[in-house]
Nanobody, 121 residues
Framework: QVQLVESGGGLVQAGGSLRLSCAAS????????MGWFRQAPGKEREIVAT????????SYVDSVKGRFTISRDTAKNTVSLQMNSLKPEDTAIYYC??????????????WGQGTQVTVSS
């Protein structure tokens, strides 16, 4: 059973930075895709960034390209999201997620409990 625990959220001023971390445990993650999602008040959950556990080119939603970086540490079983140049519209609950390769987030995704990120203007 996949377990994901996020940390690192908080309150930051616009233009600032935060680093989110996700501790992953459970199965062997070598065939997994890891991701970060977010959900703002009154909005649907959206995908922010994904990366294969084995490496490769990460993908990002257009609104965070050039500002956010997703990375994973296979030795420590962690996935991180470095967020720079934060904007008020980045305010949301951020969720770490994992799914087996070749499946969908909807059908086989596992989720952490979420961590609040608030960006003040």
């Amino acid at each position: 059973q996949v377990q994901l625990v996020e940390s690192g959220g908080g309150l930051v001023q616009a233009g600032g930075s935060l680093r989110l971390s996700c501790a992953a445990s459970g199965p062997t993650f070598s065939a997994y895709v890891m991701g970060w999602f977010r959900q703002a008040p009154g909005k649907e959950r959206e995908i922010v960034a994904t990366v294969s556990w084995t490496g490769g080119t990460p993908s990002y939603v257009d609104s965070v390209k050039g500002r956010f970086t997703i990375s994973r540490d296979t030795a420590k079983n962690t996935v991180s999201l470095q967020m720079n140049s934060l904007k008020p519209e980045d305010t949301a609950i951020y969720y770490c997620a994992a799914r087996p390769g070749g499946t969908s987030w909807l059908s086989r995704g596992s989720w952490g409990q979420g961590t609040q990120v608030t960006v003040s203007s």
